[in-house]
């Protein structure tokens, strides 16, 4: 039997929102939405994710400062992020880690998955590595 893997997909644009998440789910992720940052916190805190898919600009509570909550909770702070953004200099919050950075202007459904696969690789490498 398969392990599931968790997303937790951060984004307030409810039609961006809802198609991810039909690819994500078509491609057998179990996904968690979240319309706005405080509901994205909680649903972190709840499921542990292993990866959060996060917009930066989101309402009651903005992406950068739910990454930095992530990355001061214990539970939650190996959690990888990838961003996912329209503004132009997204880099200046490299200081919160987050494994990738996804352009919304340049934004491609198809592949979402890979980069989701990428990323999810790469945080279970670099897991191995500090347990050996």
Avoid: C, W
Avoid at 12 to 19: G, K, Y
Avoid at 43 to 48: F, M, T, V
Avoid at 57 to 83: D, N
């Amino acid at each position: 039997m398969s392990v599931e893997i968790k997303i937790l997909l951060a984004e307030d644009s409810r039609m961006l929102r809802t198609a991810a998440t039909s690819v994500l789910e078509d491609s057998g992720f179990k996904v968690y939405g979240a319309a706005d940052g405080e509901q994205a916190l909680s649903l972190a805190r709840e499921h542990h994710p292993d990866l959060v898919l996060l917009d930066l600009i989101l309402p009651k509570l903005q992406g950068f400062e739910v990454l930095q909550q992530l990355r001061q909770a214990p539970e939650t702070s190996q959690i990888p992020v990838i961003i996912l953004t329209s503004l132009q200099n997204a880099d200046k919050f490299i200081e919160y880690a987050p494994v990738d950075f996804v352009s919304k202007d340049k934004f491609m459904l198809n592949q979402l998955v890979e980069r989701v696969e990428e990323n999810l690789t790469r945080a279970k490498d670099k897991h191995l590595q500090f347990q050996n």
